[in-house]
């Protein structure tokens, strides 16, 4: 297990970039996949991308596919998320989590809040 502490959202007009940032407490960092999630009023959480223990490794959901890109500083604890042309239906809830492979997404934050407004 891992704590997870997520920053960098806010609201910004569609068209726009942020950076979510993705902080890990705890030993061991790099032996987890990373992943975002998010999770939108009324709707089930999501998943956004994934990125292996190295960084070599990554999956987007195809909503954000080419538009965000998922990275991580293994030597800083974190994992990022960019977000470029941002729209209206990004807005959620964003999570990291954390996953041991194999095994489930077991460790999670407590979300930071990105709003696109139109």
């Known amino acids: 297990q891992v704590q997870l502490v997520e920053s960098g959202g806010g609201l910004v007009q569609a068209g726009d970039s942020l950076r979510l940032s993705c902080v890990a407490s705890?030993?061991?960092?790099?032996?987890?996949?990373m992943g975002w999630f998010r999770q939108a009023p009324g709707q089930e959480r999501e998943f956004v991308a994934i990125?292996?223990?190295?960084?070599?490794?990554?999956s987007y959901a195809d909503s954000v596919k080419g538009r965000f890109t998922i990275s991580r500083d293994n030597a800083k604890n974190t994992v990022y998320l960019q977000m470029n042309s941002l729209k209206p239906e990004d807005t959620a809830v964003y999570y990291c989590?954390?996953?041991?492979?194999?095994?489930?997404?077991?460790?999670w934050g407590q979300g930071t809040q990105v709003t696109v407004s139109s």
């Open positions: 705890g030993r061991s960092f790099s032996r987890f996949f």
């Open positions: 990125i292996g223990w190295s960084g070599g490794s990554t």
């Open positions: 989590a954390a996953k041991t492979v194999p095994g489930d997404f077991g460790s």
